[in-house]
């Protein structure tokens, strides 16, 4: 099955440690993003890649860090800088720019919880 | 420019009622108008989606009325079911430039 796939589901964080989120999609997409969503907000983009080995700054980049290595792959740390780090993340991809289907798929979230 | 104004927040319909979302937008260059609905815990997934070439697009219940002049797009859900209970997302584009998302209307249908 074609998809985008988020690893874990649930992530608990302790104070001042660095913590990965993975994000798979096997849908051949030059596009992928990173989302974070709170408690009734929208989707806040925190970084997106539109081609493998680049990236840019979202509306919220500070705080995380990403790398698009290959084109399957955007994996999101969160790092100690980000104060408020708890969130639901989605990560997202689409065929990218330019191109005529415009779908976005999305992955079912990982929950990050601080503790 | 790049705001995308969603409302309500939230809404209540009754069984077979019609649920009605509107979204706003300022920039003149996005050019494709997504609907994504989500339930909880779970990833938002593509509804139905219009082009400003086309001022309705309707697929089964669910309708997108688009009003280019006035910047505004809406989400109209006829005979609305328990099912349909889920938050609502209007979004905005540029063709396959990310996605600038509205905050979401938590739709509660009644039975």
């Known amino acids: 099955d074609g998809g985008i796939t988020q690893s874990p589901k649930y992530l608990f964080r302790k104070e001042g440690q660095n913590v990965t989120l993975s994000c798979e999609q096997n849908?051949?997409?030059?596009?992928m993003y990173w989302y974070r969503q709170d408690p009734g907000q929208g989707l806040r983009l925190i970084y997106y890649s539109q081609i493998v080995n680049d990236f840019q700054k979202g509306d919220i980049a500070e705080g995380y860090s990403v790398s698009r290595e290959k084109k399957e792959s955007f994996p999101l740390t969160v790092t100690s800088a980000q104060k408020n780090p708890t969130a639901f993340y989605l990560c997202a991809s689409c065929p990218g720019q330019g191109v005529g289907n415009t779908e976005a798929f999305f992955g079912q979230g990982t929950r990050l919880t601080v503790v | 420019q790049q705001q995308v104004k969603q409302s309500p927040q939230s809404l209540i319909v009754q069984k077979g009622g019609i649920s009605i979302i509107n979204c706003a937008y300022e920039n003149t260059a996005f050019d494709y108008f997504p609907w994504y609905q989500q339930f909880p815990g779970k990833g938002p997934a593509l509804l139905i989606a219009?082009?400003?070439?086309?001022s309705e697009k309707k697929e089964g219940r669910f309708t997108i009325s688009f009003n280019k002049s006035a910047k505004q797009f809406s989400l109209h859900i006829m005979d609305s079911q328990p099912g349909d209970s889920a938050t609502y997302f209007c979004?905005?584009?540029?063709?396959?430039?990310?996605?600038?998302f509205g905050s979401g209307t938590r739709l509660l249908v009644r039975p």
């Open positions: 219009i082009r400003p070439d086309v």
């Open positions: 979004a905005a584009s540029i063709i396959g430039y990310k996605l600038i």
């Open positions: 849908l051949n997409h030059d596009a």
